[in-house]
């Protein structure tokens, strides 16, 4: 689960981390108050939407400006405008793709007196099992394109669990950026209050960029992007709070409602699968065919004839599905079942795409029968690269 910045900073406050005081607005008309609540003479101006880039973005619409979606304001006049012009407006960055996100609240934010801007993360390392830190002298850009022009600027280095963090990974963090004397200190004990902010709120990212020197010799989280584990979310109803379901997928939404493991992808044949591993081949072997899958979708090892035929619904709510797979592997899952919520689905929905349906496994010939007797116009496949060909021809014969 993501969240804006301002919420981010607001978690990471919590736990001593120093971040510019701040003002999240919802409506133009709240832009002077909050901006005199803040001591000025500068205020930035922060468009909060789920993705990256707001600084180099670009707004659609021509009344917005031309400023991008991080503004730096000179007078409460300024920030006045800059919030008439932003809020409602769709906000392209290079994270969002070319439909970009529409701006429904924005940051109000202290200015700062920059001398140094460094980038620095946390994630979890799975080959390591250890939380991993990832900083360098390169900050305030894309780490990805730092990575590629010079690696030798990034530091990787991981904290034991079992220890916590301890004074030689402050002097490791300090070392990476050039920090020394009291600065120093400062990353000593930033990296203390990140890392027990990221255990104690089960973070699966916590993303700094930048993280700056003032010119008055502080360190301080002038940007934060926080993700969560999802699996953890039941620990922490104030994070749970925070979810802004505005910037998730409508699709997405629907199926956690049902415990269903779905992401909606950009291709145009939806998929049905039980385990995660059959749905990653079912979409490889769909691009193997030259066609784009819809979307992941897993309905789960156990899952309900009601589940399933949410699970349809969710697909066939899709504009772009031309086509769907059904692909599922009887263990714990029944083929019965899945039928039955295929043919529930579809008299609720309607069919209006070709549909193959490749079943195997626990109850398989009472699956099949079920769909046969149905009289629906199913294209029935034997395995699974037969059912990525057929679905594959289906829409191609269709178009």
Known sequence: MNIH??????????????????????????????????????????????????????FKEEAAGEKGGVRLAKSIDEVKTFAQQMLGNTLVTIQTGPAGKQVNRL????????????????LVDRETSRIAFVVSTEGGMDIEEVAHNTPEKIVTFTVDPATGVMPHHGRTLAKALGLTGDLAKQ??????????????????????????????????????????DGNALYRHPDIVA??????????????????????????????????????????????????????????????????????????TADPNVKGILVNIFGGIMKCDVIARGVLAAVKAVGLQVPLVVR???????????????????????DDLDDAAQKIVNAVKAAA
Request: net charge negative; glycine share 10%; proline share 3%.
């Open 242 to 315: 925070l979810r802004d379901e505005t910037e998730e997928d409508a699709k997405e939404i629907e199926a956690s409602k049902y415990d269903l493991a779905y992401i909606a992808l950009d291709g145009n044949i939806g998929c049905m699968v039980n385990g995660a591993g059959l749905a990653m081949a079912t979409l490889d072997i769909i691009k193997l065919y030259g066609m784009e899958p819809a979307n992941f979708l897993d309905v789960g090892g156990g899952a309900s004839e009601e589940k399933v035929t949410a699970a349809f619904k969710i697909i």
């Open 5 to 58: 910045e301002y919420q981010a900073k607001a978690v990471l406050k919590e736990f001593g981390v120093p971040v510019s005081r701040g003002k999240a607005i919802f409506s133009a008309s709240e832009a002077e108050a909050a901006a005199r609540e803040l001591p000025g003479p500068l205020w930035v101006v922060k468009s909060q939407i789920h993705a990256g880039g707001r600084g180099k973005g670009k």
């Open 359 to 381: 079943l195997e496994g626990t109850n398989v010939e009472e699956g099949k029968q079920i769909i046969r007797e149905s009289g629906l116009n199913v294209i029935p496949a």
């Open 107 to 122: 940051y109000i934010e202290d200015g700062s007196d920059i001398e140094k801007e460094f980038y620095l993360s946390a």
């Open 187 to 228: 990353a000593g004990v930033l990296i203390e209050k990140l890392f027990r902010a990221f255990v104690e709120k089960d973070m699966e990212m916590l993303e700094i960029n930048p993280l700056i020197i003032t010119k008055q010799g502080e360190l301080k989280a002038l940007d934060a992007k926080v993700s969560f």
